[in-house]
């Protein structure tokens, strides 16, 4: 679990957060900071991923590790992807590895709208690239890292078991988006948001208003995407045709992330304390909940 103002990263081991690393170079300003974190785990060995905003850019970078659970350390940092727009706000920051092994991650739009749009900027898009940080063959754009474009703020990343990739969007002012992710296509933005049937541009399979949603995280289990939303203050689960239903409304105030859990449960990541919350006693918490079959 990571830590945006202070960089640091910890091992929830029993309940108890273990300190691992704190990563360095971590400018935190607004909405930047320690964005997001995945592992791997291959024949070179078990590698901690961290996308951040930096002095001058947003990156990634990644550190080895080792130790048993409880007892982790980080080696030292080692470039992965560097260049990317950064801003008070619209840094996106989610990295995950897919099913192919290749190394996925959210840029936001870095308040420029006109970034999401040119294959000039790596902003406003989702990146492809391999665990050492170089663009695949069979990335959409020759020699880019760009597998999308067209996104003001994606958020969350994840994939049903048929590969499908699903993103969750923060929205401007009207319709926040989980979309349907597909390598080269163009999800509209700043020349659209939410639904709107124009040529050459994908809609979402699913929109909510801005007040309802301001979606982070998402996780899939089966046939369903769940969605962590902020603003919205509720989790909310998303069938693969659309149709959505909202959970633990303002039960737990603002939700960061989900993430499939052990068995047929979730962990949920509460953000009261990030400025713009109203903290409650405790917070911010770690909560894991149970999955039960619909109807």
Do not use: C
């Amino acid at each position: 679990m990571s830590e945006r103002d202070t960089g640091a990263v910890v091992e929830i081991v029993d309940g108890r957060a273990v300190p691992v690393t704190t990563v360095p170079g971590v400018s935190a300003l607004g909405e930047g900071g320690l964005l997001g974190i995945t592992t791997s785990e291959g024949a070179s060995g078990t590698w901690l991923y961290a996308m951040f905003t930096g002095a001058d850019d947003n990156r990634v970078v990644r550190m080895p590790l080792s130790g048993a659970p409880g007892a982790r350390s980080a080696g030292a940092v080692t470039e992965v992807l560097t260049g990317l727009p950064k801003a008070s706000n619209h840094n996106g920051g989610r990295i995950k590895f897919g099913p192919d092994g290749m190394l996925y991650v959210t840029a936001g739009d870095a308040s420029d709208g006109a970034n999401a749009q040119t294959l000039d900027s790596l902003g406003g898009k989702i990146l492809r690239v391999t665990a050492e940080g170089a663009v695949p063959a069979d990335n959409p754009f020759p020699g880019s890292p760009v597998w999308s474009l067209g996104h003001r703020n994606p958020q969350g990343i994840a994939w049903a078991a048929d590969g499908t990739m699903w993103a969750a969007e923060f929205g401007q002012n009207t319709w926040d988006e989980i979309n349907r992710i597909t390598p080269g296509a163009n999800y509209g933005w700043p020349l659209s948001e939410g639904v709107t049937g124009s040529a050459g541009l994908v809609d979402p399979v699913q929109q909510w208003a801005t007040d309802d949603a301001s979606p982070s995280g998402i996780a899939v289990v089966g046939e369903t995407v769940f969605m962590a939303g902020l603003g919205g203050e509720r989790l909310w689960s998303i069938r693969f045709d659309g149709s959505a239903q909202e959970h633990y409304t303002g039960q737990f105030g603002r939700i960061r992330d989900v993430v499939r859990g052990p068995g047929s449960s979730l962990y949920l990541l509460t953000n009261n304390t990030d400025g713009r919350g109203e903290p409650r006693a405790g917070d911010d918490v770690l909560y894991r909940v149970e999955l039960v079959p619909a109807g």
